[in-house]
């Protein structure tokens, strides 16, 4: 397809498959990028109401081959997805952008990590400039105290990244399973 953007109905019919629209969430979550194993497994489990530890083979099989013959070469065709059929690697596109009018939430809210980091190098560099300065009340920290604060706040914000990563935003369902389950 050309690179202008989708038009509606393009971006309907792609849409219009819960299992193209799992797909995607999925992707999103995981960075833009997946083993065509592992969407199976969590998009099958979605659709199941179920974990992937608990699916049968056959909603595995289904949800397997339903992908690799249909929605994946529907998303690539629409270019949203790179999708590698010998190798089962996929990954969203730049287009894929586009589709985030038309999905709406399509993850949880996200906390602004760029912000936050940006925030804690900014007070990083204004605490070792005040030590180096020897401005109060920072002329009080030797040197290496200044370094185990900046280590000690960077590690603990990494950690918290990671948790937070690992067990909350990776064990949401797509928005639409959410809503289904509030009613």
């Given at each position: 397809?050309?690179?202008?953007?989708?038009?509606?109905?393009?971006?309907?019919?792609?849409?219009?498959?819960?299992?193209?629209?799992?797909?995607?969430?999925?992707?999103?979550?995981?960075?833009?990028?997946?083993?065509?194993?592992?969407?199976?497994?969590?998009?099958?489990?979605?659709?199941?109401?179920?974990?992937?530890?608990?699916?049968?083979?056959?909603?595995?099989?289904?949800?397997?081959?339903?992908?690799?013959?249909?929605?994946?070469?529907?998303?690539?065709?629409?270019?949203?997805?790179?999708?590698?059929?010998?190798?089962?690697?996929?990954?969203?596109?730049?287009?894929?952008?586009?589709?985030?009018?038309?999905?709406?939430?399509?993850?949880?809210?996200?906390?602004?990590?760029?912000?936050?980091?940006?925030?804690?190098?900014?007070?990083?560099?204004?605490?070792?400039?005040?030590?180096?300065?020897?401005?109060?009340?920072?002329?009080?920290?030797?040197?290496?105290?200044?370094?185990a604060i900046v280590l000690v706040v960077y590690?603990?914000?990494?950690?918290?990244?990671?948790?937070?990563?690992?067990?909350?935003?990776?064990?949401?369902?797509?928005?639409?399973?959410?809503?289904?389950?509030?009613?």
């Amino acid at each position: 397809m050309a690179s202008s953007g989708l038009s509606q109905d393009q971006v309907f019919e792609v849409l219009k498959s819960p299992r193209r629209r799992y797909a995607l969430y999925y992707l999103r979550r995981e960075g833009g990028s997946a083993e065509l194993s592992d969407l199976t497994e969590q998009v099958a489990a979605w659709e199941n109401d179920t974990t992937p530890g608990e699916l049968t083979t056959e909603q595995r099989k289904r949800v397997y081959i339903s992908l690799y013959q249909t929605h994946l070469p529907k998303l690539d065709d629409a270019d949203i997805v790179d999708y590698d059929e010998d190798s089962g690697e996929i990954t969203l596109s730049r287009r894929a952008r586009e589709l985030d009018t038309y999905l709406g939430d399509v993850s949880r809210r996200e906390l602004p990590w760029d912000r936050y980091y940006l925030a804690l190098s900014l007070a990083s560099i204004a605490l070792v400039a005040g030590v180096w300065l020897e401005v109060y009340p920072f002329s009080t920290l030797s040197g290496l105290t200044a370094t185990a604060i900046v280590l000690v706040v960077y590690g603990a914000s990494a950690l918290f990244q990671y948790l937070y990563y690992r067990h909350g935003a990776g064990r949401e369902t797509p928005p639409e399973l959410r809503r289904a389950d509030s009613q």
